[in-house]
């Protein structure tokens, strides 16, 4: 298994640009996330889906749109980049078993909003 | 709303024992979870508490206090390879996404 898969690793983008952060899971789950991480502030939950053709809104998700077609992938896309999205963004998915939510991580996509 | 309070450092010697705290505040609470992150890599699952009380894995153990609103993660034995960033993490209220810290960086000297 692969795992959680993103691309691209890094990205440099101009203001107002947009663009799509892929990302892909082979472990069949239903649940996936994006997040973002910036210094200092952990990580805040922009987007979630709970399976496929359903997704809602978590803590920051003003500038970012999602969808969810099929349970494998749920891309983020960025509508019109601004130098406040300048971020590390990470996907998950996760599995609940037993009360208990077990996230696995991609390895991230840096993006710097020029 | 829901809130997550950790220390932002700490700092121990290799081989000693080191204990980071989480106190909570969230509505329909769901259980306690910690997760590591080695600089510039992705976070990594460590542990769960749904109950109270302590749960072992290896060198790693969590505790939790429902009624507190508190839980920590309790490392023992310290390697230099444990020097990484710690987050508690609680469900959502929607119950399928995580809200986490702002994490612990934990440093281990030698």
């Known amino acids: 298994n692969a795992g959680v898969t993103q691309t691209p690793k890094f990205q440099v983008l101009k203001t107002g640009q947009s663009m799509t952060l892929q990302c892909a899971q082979d472990?069949?789950?239903?649940?996936m996330s994006w997040y973002r991480q910036d210094p200092g502030m952990g990580l805040r939950l922009i987007h979630y889906s709970v399976g496929a053709g359903i997704t809602d809104q978590g803590e920051v998700p003003n500038g970012y749109n999602v969808s969810r077609s099929t349970t494998e992938d749920f891309p983020l896309r960025l509508l019109s980049a601004a130098p406040s999205q300048t971020s590390v963004y990470f996907c998950a998915s996760s599995v609940l078993a037993g009360g208990q939510e077990t996230q696995y991580f991609g390895p991230g996509t840096r993006l710097l909003v020029l | 709303g829901q809130s997550l309070e950790q220390p932002s450092e700490v700092t121990a010697v290799e081989g000693a024992i080191v204990q980071i705290n989480c106190t909570y505040q969230t509505s329909g609470f769901y259980g306690l979870s910690w997760y590591q992150q080695h600089d510039g890599g992705a976070p990594t699952f460590l542990s769960y508490?749904?109950?109270?009380g302590l749960e072992e894995t290896g060198r790693f153990s969590s505790f939790l206090s429902r009624s507190d609103s508190y839980g920590y993660l309790l490392l023992q034995e310290l390697q230099m390879k444990d020097s990484a960033s710690y987050f508690c993490a609680v469900r959502t209220r929607s119950g399928y996404a995580l809200n986490f810290g702002k994490g612990t960086s934990l440093l281990v000297t030698p």
């Open positions: 472990m069949n789950h239903e649940y």
């Open positions: 508490n749904g109950l109270d």
